[in-house]
């Protein structure tokens, strides 16, 4: 998987709607394993951005993530830390900084969940 951008994965599940969209229909949208899908959606609703509605598939218990609180809107991309982030190049998935342990990003999505 690329870079995880919390933005693009949250913008994807907005677009699903209430609704909401399969865990693993997201995990394939962005290329991830289970693995990296569970910890990203995980963080998501820890973070009161999303949550999770379990769900059975095609005879497979699963989970439904449904957007909870829609925290981004366009002016806000400016606020995004990543958007100007000196760090850009330096931060990934298997990179010394990541987007899970960064405190810049945590901080921008709990104060959105605040708002
Ligand atoms: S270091 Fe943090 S703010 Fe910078 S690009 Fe990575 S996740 Fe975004």
């Known amino acids: 998987m690329r870079k995880v951008d919390y933005y693009e994965i949250l913008q994807i599940i907005k677009r699903s709607g209430e609704n909401g969209i399969l865990q693993s229909n997201l995990w394939k949208e962005i290329k991830a394993t289970s693995k990296e899908g569970s910890r990203i959606t995980l963080k998501l609703v820890r973070s009161g951005l999303i949550r999770r509605k379990r769900e059975l598939y095609r005879g497979k218990w699963t989970y439904r993530l449904i957007p909870e609180k829609l925290p981004v809107n366009f002016d806000s991309l400016f ?33 959105n969940v605040k708002e």
């Open 79 to 111: 606020d995004l830390p990543c958007t100007f982030c000196p760090d850009q190049e330096r931060c990934g998935e298997t990179k010394y900084i990541t987007p899970e342990k960064c405190e810049k990003l945590t901080s921008y999505l709990m104060k």
